[in-house]
């Protein structure tokens, strides 16, 4: 029992940074129709601008916050230099872009901050709590970074369900033509929509690298557990999104656990496997093909 607990704590805290990734791919595909393959990339190079200026002697706080801005701005710039020229083409264009920017943010990366493994602080401890002498399995680090996602579930929700924004972006994703007829500023909302994505994996690059440490590939693994649970959850839920990561990250613990870490990735293989073949949209998917 003691050490099913253990995996249990573990592959949800861990399922929740998937969740992060998830989450920030859910946004750019609901924003723009494209998966964006250098999010975890993205992530890693602002979580080295946090470090940087954290060992430069910033507070931390302000380091998470300037990592935070540095993917927005990322993601802004990302959508207007790169994606903007080829939004017309097909696309498979943006994707070989995103492809290229996760190759080029990975050299860069080693270029800028050194290619070593560094240790990145965590905001608050990872000691696991106590209570009345009974060990509890988790931490304050594994707490904040559950309630971190959680909380951004909840605001991508209400930004798409229930605020004119987030109505504007998907219309704009789906239908640019008629959105633009109807006075909406797609441009705008396509470079909104990759910001937000971006400062998600900025988000989600915070919380892996305390566990995970910080090197130029760290959140490579990430991301495609991360594109995972999106895929479980049916790309288009930010409820799916977290559901579908946080099964991902409970099954490569538990496979770990018992089982062996080189069988892990086989756990998540079979629970999309498993997934598709009942619900080919995904758990949270729509099930029939929406009307434009």
Same mark, same amino acid.
């Given at each position: 029992?003691?050490?099913?607990?253990?995996?249990?704590?573990?592959?949800?805290? /861990?399922?929740?940074?998937?969740?992060?990734?998830?989450?920030?791919?859910?946004?750019?595909?609901?924003?723009?129709?494209?998966? /964006?393959?250098?999010?975890?990339?993205?992530?890693?190079?602002?979580?080295?601008?946090?470090?940087?200026?954290?060992?430069?002697?910033? =507070?931390?706080?302000?380091?998470?916050?300037?990592?935070?801005?540095?993917? +927005?701005?990322?993601?802004?710039?990302?959508?207007?230099?790169?994606?903007?020229?080829?939004?017309?083409? =097909?696309?498979?264009?943006?994707v070989i872009l995103t492809l290229g920017l996760l190759i080029f943010l990975e050299a860069l990366a080693p270029m800028l901050f050194g290619a070593q493994v560094q240790s990145f602080p965590a905001p608050f401890s990872r000691i696991d709590l106590t209570a009345g002498g009974t060990q509890l399995y988790f931490s304050r680090f594994d707490i904040f970074t559950v309630g971190s996602?959680?909380?951004? *579930?909840?605001? +991508?929700?209400?930004?798409? &369900?229930?605020?004119?924004?987030?109505?504007? *972006?998907?219309?704009?994703?789906? /239908?640019?033509?008629?959105?633009?007829?109807?006075?909406?500023?797609?441009?705008?909302?396509?470079?909104?929509?990759?910001?937000?994505?971006?400062?998600?994996?900025?988000?989600?690059?915070?919380?892996?690298?305390?566990?995970?440490?910080?090197? =130029?590939? /760290?959140?490579?693994?990430?991301?495609?557990?991360?594109?995972?649970?999106?895929?479980?959850?049916?790309?288009?839920?930010?409820?799916?999104?977290?559901?579908?990561?946080?099964?991902?990250?409970?099954?490569?613990?538990?496979?770990?656990?018992?089982?062996?870490?080189?069988?892990?990735?086989?756990?998540?293989?079979?629970?999309?496997?498993?997934?598709?073949?009942?619900? =080919?949209?995904?758990?949270?998917?729509?099930?029939? &093909?929406? &009307?434009?």
């Amino acid at each position: 029992m003691r050490a099913f607990l253990i995996y249990t704590v573990d592959g949800v805290t /861990n399922g929740m940074v998937y969740a992060a990734v998830a989450l920030a791919l859910v946004m750019i595909w609901r924003a723009t129709r494209i998966i /964006n393959y250098a999010q975890g990339a993205m992530a890693m190079f602002t979580t080295y601008i946090a470090f940087f200026v954290i060992e430069h002697g910033t =507070p931390f706080w302000l380091g998470f916050v300037i990592a935070l801005a540095a993917g +927005l701005a990322l993601g802004a710039v990302t959508e207007r230099v790169l994606v903007r020229p080829v939004e017309s083409r =097909p696309a498979l264009s943006a994707v070989i872009l995103t492809l290229g920017l996760l190759i080029f943010l990975e050299a860069l990366a080693p270029m800028l901050f050194g290619a070593q493994v560094q240790s990145f602080p965590a905001p608050f401890s990872r000691i696991d709590l106590t209570a009345g002498g009974t060990q509890l399995y988790f931490s304050r680090f594994d707490i904040f970074t559950v309630g971190s996602v959680l909380c951004v *579930m909840v605001l +991508l929700f209400v930004l798409f &369900q229930r605020t004119t924004i987030g109505l504007r *972006m998907r219309a704009a994703a789906f /239908n640019p033509e008629i959105a633009r007829i109807l006075g909406i500023r797609v441009g705008r909302m396509l470079t909104l929509g990759w910001a937000l994505a971006a400062l998600l994996g900025a988000l989600a690059g915070l919380l892996a690298a305390p566990v995970l440490f910080l090197y =130029p590939t /760290n959140m490579d693994e990430v991301l495609v557990f991360g594109f995972t649970g999106a895929i479980i959850g049916g790309l288009e839920s930010p409820v799916g999104a977290v559901v579908g990561a946080l099964g991902v990250g409970l099954a490569l613990s538990y496979v770990s656990g018992f089982l062996g870490s080189d069988l892990a990735p086989l756990g998540s293989l079979l629970i999309l496997m498993a997934v598709l073949m009942i619900r =080919p949209r995904g758990l949270f998917g729509m099930t029939r &093909q929406r &009307q434009v």
